[in-house]
């Protein structure tokens, strides 16, 4: 697996794929903040969200909720012991 994933990588990186052409930032390309006048390439308008913004909050809240509970739970358990005591 080690090995595909050298060859895969090497493969890539040799032929330049996944870079933006005309834009000269080698790796780091796909990052937005580095492309000039990245406003005027992608329209304003290009995406609307349907759900309303306290509704992403929301969830981003819950999931943070319901991931430290996960996390004292998990906590918990591993104080008492493999064998449960």
């Not at 929301?58 to 991931?67: E, H, N, P, S």
């Amino acid at each position: 697996m080690a090995v595909t994933i050298v060859i895969g990588a090497l493969y890539v990186m040799s032929n330049h794929l996944g870079l933006v052409e005309g834009y000269d930032f080698g790796g780091g390309a796909y990052y937005y903040v580095d492309i000039p006048n990245f406003d005027q390439v992608l329209p304003e308008d290009a995406y609307q969200a349907k759900t309303p913004v306290w509704v992403h909050v929301v969830l981003f809240i819950a999931w943070g909720w319901l991931m430290w509970r996960l996390w004292l739970w998990v906590d918990s358990r591993s104080k008492k012991g493999p064998d449960g005591q």
